[in-house]
């Protein structure tokens, strides 16, 4: 069996998840198990930060990379329920066993129905709102004129025609969209 020295740097390497084959998973964890024995390391000092190592590899297979990539699809969840329904995260304590962080509110199982000012959900509804209210003349709060379009421009062309402010090419200009729209 190979002896081994503790590699240099092992304190700022990051993590990588590796894919391993369900079926391998036992002939892993127990070479893995292997290196946890005195006899793998080439001086007491490896020894010990072998062990340790080991034991935290052990570990992060069941939990730590997996949690650090599972929160990395979450901070993505957050973002865009933010962008689309307007909800504000916070972030709470940093768990000191994983460095991971807690995000308040929790991601719940269904979205929220509701929406806050500045959600771009509720901006695309108020543009929705908006062109039913200028094509059919459907009130809203967002659209409160009952008129639509073709009804608002006319009363502005009788509006224009009744001061007199207006040339005549722009009036005409004005009864041509009037009747487009109809």
Do not use: H
């Not at 008129?147 to 722009?170: C, H, K, P, V, W």
């Amino acid at each position: 069996m190979p002896v081994y020295t503790f590699p240099s740097g092992y304190e700022t390497a990051e993590c990588f998840l590796v894919p391993i084959n369900a079926a391998m998973i036992p002939l892993v964890a127990g070479a893995l198990q292997e290196m946890e024995q005195r006899r793998c390391w080439a001086t007491d000092a490896d020894y010990e930060l072998g062990y340790n190592a080991i034991v935290e590899i052990e570990a992060q297979m069941t939990a730590l990379c997996v949690a650090k990539l599972v929160q990395s699809n979450e901070r993505v969840y957050r973002l865009l329920d933010n962008a689309l329904n307007g909800t504000i995260y916070t972030t709470g304590a940093v768990e000191p066993l994983t460095g991971l962080v807690t995000v308040l509110p929790p991601i719940a199982d269904i979205p929220p129905a509701e929406t806050q000012d500045k959600a771009l959900r509720l901006d695309v509804a108020k543009i929705f709102a908006l062109v039913d209210n200028l094509t059919n003349g459907t009130v809203s709060i967002y659209a409160p004129d009952p008129r639509n379009i073709r009804e608002q421009l006319e009363d502005l062309i009788l509006a224009a025609q009744s001061t007199g402010e207006l040339d005549d090419d722009i009036l005409a200009k004005l009864a041509e969209m009037a009747v487009l729209l109809a």
